[in-house]
């Protein structure tokens, strides 16, 4: 059963960077068939898809972050990260991790998530 | 961005009833079609995916339907553990977009 935890600062300043890593257990994050994605729920809030990364390094990203995000892999560790950079008080949110499973005829699918870490931007 | 577009936003149904949820997409999205479960403080979970294949362990009491730009999902019998947010997702072009989500509440 694949595991994913999430980790890093729960309170980050306005204009400086998030910064979040999501540790994979009970799997390993270079099968060929899955992408790594961050997704993200403002408090009382719905989903937004933030971007996903495959272990060789080729990342998609949402358009409206694009510009200030970046997802990288570490199969040494196991582990992918996000950055955001920039933050302001509309970032603040649950930030989930989540395997990406995908299928040519039915599409993709993220059937493991981690149990999400909640990130504050305020000074 | 493809917009999806949930209905209801809330709904209140008793223990034993059959329920539909229904998500519409703002263009065609084929079969590329998620539905997820997210009970409060903990992370959504994968019910269906390509609009209408049930995950892994995910009681058959749950169906989807649909294909195009309009999909639903079905429980059949409410259960107690069945109250919660549900969220549709598309997966056909990126970003991949959510519904705003239903929040499905006892009667």
């Known amino acids: 059963q694949v595991h994913l935890q999430e980790s890093g600062p729960g309170l980050v300043k306005p204009s400086e960077t998030l910064s979040l890593s999501c540790t994979v257990s009970?799997?390993?994050?270079?099968?060929?068939?899955?992408?790594w994605g961050w997704i993200r729920q403002p408090p009382g809030k719905g989903l937004e898809w933030i971007g996903n990364?495959?272990?060789?390094?080729?990342?998609y990203y949402n358009p409206s972050l694009s510009s200030r995000v970046t997802i990288s892999v570490d199969t040494s560790k196991n582990q992918f990260s996000l950055k955001v950079r920039s933050v302001t008080a509309a970032d603040t949110a649950v930030y989930y991790c989540?395997?990406?499973?995908?299928?040519?005829?039915?599409?993709?699918?993220?059937?493991?998530w981690g149990q999400g870490t909640l990130v504050t931007v305020s000074s | 961005d493809i917009q999806m577009t949930q209905s209801p936003s809330s709904l209140s149904a008793p223990v034993g009833d059959r329920v539909t949820i229904t998500c519409r997409a703002s263009q065609t999205i084929s079969v590329y079609l998620n539905w997820y479960q997210q009970k409060p403080g903990k992370a959504p979970e994968l019910l269906i995916f390509?609009?209408?294949s049930l995950h892994g362990g995910v009681p058959s009491r749950f169906s989807g339907s649909g294909s195009g730009t309009d999909f639903t999902l079905t429980i059949s019998s409410l259960q107690p553990e069945d109250f919660a947010t549900y969220y549709c997702q598309q997966t056909y072009s990126s970003p991949y977009t959510f519904g705003r989500g239903t929040r499905l509440e006892i009667k």
């Open positions: 990364i495959h272990y060789s390094g080729t990342a």
């Open positions: 989540g395997r990406d499973s995908m299928n040519k005829w039915l599409g993709r699918q993220t059937d493991f």
């Open positions: 390509g609009a209408s």
């Open positions: 009970g799997g390993s994050i270079s099968n060929s068939s899955h992408y």
